[in-house]
Nanobody, 125 residues
């Protein structure tokens, strides 16, 4: 059974940084692409950043380019979303999903097979 669990959400001040974790069991993360998504109160879910497993290509939502990045731990069991220069508009529940990433269509959720339950991020002074 595949499980995806996010963690690391917190309250952070504007301009601050935060690292979210995505741990998956029942799969080998190296074999899958991965995406981070978020849903702000009263808004639809949106894709933030995806990474393709075959070549490490990444796809970003425009507003997070240069601020958000993905990395993996050495054991390749956890993937991180490093967020810097956080803004109030980054406030949302953040979700991790794994599946097949072919193109920027991953930001629409296409190809994502397994989803976590989310971790909340609040950016406020």
């Amino acid at each position: 059974q595949v499980q995806v669990v996010e963690s690391g959400g917190d309250l952070v001040q504007p301009g601050g940084s935060l690292r979210l974790s995505c741990a998956a069991s029942g799969v080998t993360l190296d074999d899958y692409g991965l995406g981070w998504f978020r849903q702000a109160p009263g808004k639809e879910r949106e894709g933030v950043l995806c990474i393709r497993s075959s070549d490490g290509s990444t796809y970003h939502k425009d507003s997070v380019k240069g601020r958000f990045s993905i990395s993996r731990d050495n054991n390749k069991t956890t993937v991180y979303l490093q967020m810097t220069d956080l803004r109030p508009e980054d406030t949302a529940v953040y979700y991790c999903a794994i599946g097949d990433v072919y193109s920027s269509s991953c930001l629409l959720g296409y190809g994502m097979d397994y989803w976590g339950k989310g971790t909340p991020v609040t950016v406020s002074s």
